[in-house]
């Protein structure tokens, strides 16, 4: 793990975000007619701005710095994160995100404030954790923390670690070893599924509530199968956008994590060390694309370090007070806390400035809309 993985880790997600943001829930068709291609930024003008999946993915660096990596005081530190950056009205949060974050105003705690969804919310902050975690069972546990304070449905927390482990192959092999990859993934999903099953037997002795259902344990196993989909698929050297079609995402990638990380894997896969390509071919899919583009962005940044995401794109990001260089240092500080054994005390942002940079992104967010009320349909 060096400064480099981390900076394009967090720099990757915030381009990849800013370049689908404006293309969010529009589907490819339209997509095409009404912006074309997505070589540049279309949100203000020719400048991009980032959303939550940037947001979240810099508040789990902040929280990795603060306790200095450690599982016990992990949560609460980012339940806190989470409530605060909440306060400050951020535009086009996830259902499921948004009912958490009310949940831990009101006094529920991280380890209770998860809503039952499978959305892609943990899988959008995940990334940043496979640029800084080495051991395998580590990456798991604290994907499975980070996951679990707003999403409860285990199918959330599996595609946000397969979001982890791709950065973390992303930033170690080159060339990737797709197999490699798919085993690592199948075999610590066997591991917690068998330790969920565990548990849920002992408990649903007195509760019968918690008693698994057979449905309920191909479902959570069922990842695995989509990603060696995508590995076949990208094997036969599909493109994502008909790799997406065989999942019946005609109208654009959904924010169920069984659809979102699929597709996102396969146009990783697809440009491993092509960031330009990688992302643009999932905006394509149409969808959530900030959050596709955000997630793919991750992997592959944390891959090529900043010196692989294209120059201009990262030059017209048009963010204050989160700017490219406030999330440079925090990279530069995430690298470091790993090299210490004590906590820090992470860079921080003014919550005023960030109420205003807000409301100003809420307009242009809703000029969009308006926008999309506009043919061409
Ligand atoms: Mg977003």
Redesign the pocket.
């Known amino acids: 793990m060096t400064v480099s993985h981390i900076r394009g880790c967090i720099l990757g997600t915030a381009v990849g ?1 800013a370049l689908g ?1 404006p293309y ?1 829930g529009v589907s490819p068709r339209r997509a095409q007619k009404m912006l074309g291609s997505p070589v540049r930024y279309r949100f203000f003008f020719r400048r991009g701005m980032v ?3 940037t947001e979240h993915t810099c508040l789990v660096a902040q929280s990795l710095i603060a306790t200095n990596f450690d599982l016990e005081t992990l949560p609460q530190d980012f339940a806190r994160r989470l409530r605060w950056w909440f306060l400050a009205l951020p535009a ?1 949060i996830g259902r499921a995100t948004f009912r958490a974050c009310l949940k831990l105003w009101i006094g529920y705690s991280p380890a209770t404030s998860g809503v039952y969804s499978a959305g892609n919310g943990p899988a ?1 902050r995940a990334a940043i954790i496979g640029a800084v975690i080495d051991d395998l069972e580590n990456l798991e546990e604290f994907v499975w923390v980070i996951s679990r304070i707003t999403h409860s449905d285990e199918k959330a927390a599996w595609g946000a670690i397969a979001v982890a482990l791709a950065a973390q192959h992303s930033r170690q092999l080159n060339p990737i070893n797709r197999q490699k990859y798919l085993d690592q993934l199948k075999s610590i999903i066997e591991r917690r599924c068998n330790g969920l099953l565990e548990a849920r037997a002992a408990i649903s002795e007195v509760d019968e509530r918690f008693t698994l259902t057979p449905d309920e344990v191909k479902s959570n196993r069922e990842i695995v199968n989509l990603l060696q989909a995508a590995v076949d698929s990208v094997t036969q050297k599909e493109s994502t956008m008909d790799f997406a079609l065989s999942l019946g995402l005609k109208k654009g990638v959904s924010g169920y994590t069984y659809h979102t990380v699929p597709v996102a894997i396969h146009a990783w896969l697809s440009h491993p060390r092509d960031y330009r390509a990688a992302v643009m071919s999932v905006i394509e899919c149409g969808g959530d694309a ?2 596709t583009a ?1 997630i793919v962005g991750g992997i592959v940044g944390c891959g090529v370090g900043e010196e692989g995401i294209p120059n201009e794109w990262i030059s017209k990001l048009w963010e204050w007070p989160r700017s490219v260089n406030w999330m440079r240092r925090l990279a530069d500080q995430l690298a470091d806390s790993k090299n210490h054994s004590k906590p820090m005390d992470p860079i921080k942002l003014n919550f005023i400035a960030v109420l205003f940079r807000n409301l100003f992104f809420l307009v242009i967010v809703l000029l969009h809309g308006f926008r999309r009320l506009l043919p061409p349909y």
Do not use: V
Request: proline share 0%; no cysteine; glycine share 10%.
């Open positions: 975000d943001l969010e959303s939550d999946d086009g959008m900030d959050t955000a």
